[in-house]
């Protein structure tokens, strides 16, 4: 492994062979996108074959995204101290062992604690992706660079679930839900061999600064006070602990604010910029991140366990219920990159507006009692259409009125408290589905089932409408 890290590619090497840099990075953000989304679909095999509550269920979803979402503050400063590729290459071998110690786990117990450090793993790799294609491309083909970059992740975070089904339907070797995670074994295999040899290995830019560790145990504290009451909360009959656990997190994050504040004025380094927060459309945008991500994540892993807990479907069966969701997305992507530099904002507006559509069609057809295959389907690609109308704009119009010199930072929190959205998206949607389906074996329980999903469905309509309303606060165009 040292030898990997210390090997740079030569100027040479990495001008011809840029094009094979890029897969290597998208290699290795596939793993991440993957892993964020198969439980919704692997859920309920894993929980067959290993046993635990519904709380382990989404313990398994929500401590990845969880840990995901304390590391990301740190993970792209790490590469800014000692270089994007050697941080990368170290993600990626952190993130291969530990899906592998994912795919060896013998208790849902430790299957958390695996996923929690292969959440921390990718929070070294994921954010040197970035920066490494500007590494790697001259100024004139960025534009290419990105605009292939943007789509395979957008495609690769929709068909999650779908691949899910396929492996664990397929049973390879009989591996069953293992797979799920042993497919990162070839990938990150594909990203550290080809990226030890042609990404480039520039010269850190800041070798002299110093970690913010405090202000990470404090915004980690802050998230686990938040998340853990929500999801071990209902199984306990909601005890006064976990209440006073909610209350909590607030008065810590608000030190973690002041940590940040004092760091600054200090001339110190903060995990992010004060700034950006006085901004109303930063601002804005943090909470609309965190009310969608929220919705889509949360609903997703409801679908998942509602199509095979409640109905009965096969991992393969419920994947491919799902795909319509992803053939929507995949639509709606392409109408957004061609539309929004003419719609800017209203892309947004359009697509929750859709989004909305669909699930209050899906609603209706589950109130009737409607659950067959095809019932299902043209809801869910309606809502898929909406959200990828929204994942491609997104981040680039909450970013509209950041200064330069604060983008680094807006960028990175951004992504960290989107994870944070997602990790409380599948505990409080999570909570309400499993609440409602009650105690019932998989297979037994269909018009409980039913009546859950439906309930997570007008939660998620919701929320959408918030979303709809926190729009017109954000910047009209997005960031060029």
Not at 229 to 256: I, K
Not at 293 to 300: E, K, L, S, Y
Not at 343 to 367: D, F, K, P, Q
Request: net charge positive; proline share 4%; hydrophobic share 55%.
């Amino acid at each position: 492994m040292t030898a990997i890290l210390e090997a740079p590619a030569t100027e040479t090497t990495v001008r011809e062979h840029r094009w094979l840099g890029l897969s290597a990075v998208l290699g290795a953000t596939l793993m991440n996108l993957l892993d964020s989304t198969v439980v919704s679909v692997g859920g309920p095999a894993i929980q067959a074959d290993l046993g635990g509550g519904y709380a382990a269920l989404q313990w398994i979803a929500a401590g990845y995204t969880l840990a995901l979402a304390v590391g990301l503050l740190t993970g792209g400063r790490l590469g800014d101290m000692f270089g994007r590729r050697r941080m990368l290459l170290l993600g990626t071998a952190g993130f291969v062992l530990t899906s592998l110690a994912c795919a060896l786990s013998p208790t849902p117990e430790v299957l958390i604690v695996a996923r929690v450090l292969q959440g921390l793993t990718g929070a070294v790799m994921i954010p040197q992706g970035f920066g490494l294609i500007r590494d790697l491309f001259p100024p004139a083909e960025l534009g290419k660079a990105f605009g292939a970059f943007g789509p395979v992740i957008g495609l690769a975070t929709i068909l999650g679930p779908v691949v899910a089904g396929l492996l664990v339907d397929a049973d390879v070797l009989g591996t069953g839900w293992r797979m799920i995670f042993l497919i990162n074994l070839p990938l990150g295999a594909y990203a550290l061999i080809v990226g030890s040899r042609v990404l480039p290995a520039v010269t850190a830019s800041a070798r002299s600064t110093r970690l913010d560790l405090g202000g990470s145990v404090l915004a980690g504290a802050g998230m686990l006070l938040l998340i853990y009451p929500l999801v071990q909360g209902r199984e306990l009959g909601w005890p006064g602990w976990s209440l006073v656990m909610m209350a909590a997190s607030v008065p810590v994050f608000g030190a973690f604010g002041l940590h940040q504040l004092r760091r600054k004025r200090a001339g110190a380094t903060t995990l992010v910029e004060p700034s950006v927060f006085r901004r109303r459309s930063y601002a804005s945008g943090i909470a609309f991140v965190i009310v969608f991500f929220g919705a889509v994540c949360g609903f997703g892993l409801a679908v998942g366990m509602f199509l095979q807990l409640g109905l009965g479907y096969t991992a393969l069966h419920a994947s491919l219920t799902m795909a319509t969701w992803a053939v929507g997305a995949f639509l709606g992507t392409a109408f957004a990159g061609a539309r929004t530099a003419v719609l800017g904002r209203r892309i947004l507006h359009l697509g929750l507006a859709v989004m909305a559509a669909g699930i209050a069609a899906l609603y209706v057809v589950l109130r009737l009692g409607g659950t067959g295959d095809w019932e299902l389907a043209f809801p869910l690609l309606a809502y898929g259409v909406g959200m990828g109308m929204i994942f491609v704009p997104l981040f680039g119009i909450i970013m509209g009125d950041v200064e330069d010199h604060e983008v680094g930072s807006a960028s990175g929190a951004l992504e960290s408290i989107q994870q944070l959205g997602a990790s409380l998206g599948i505990a409080v949607l999570g909570t309400v589905f499993f609440g409602r389906l009650g105690s019932h074996l998989p297979g037994t329980a269909e018009l409980d089932a039913v009546q859950a999903a439906a309930s997570v469905a007008l939660i998620t309509l919701g929320l959408t409408a918030v979303a709809f309303a926190i729009c017109f606060l954000l910047p009209k165009k997005a960031r060029g």
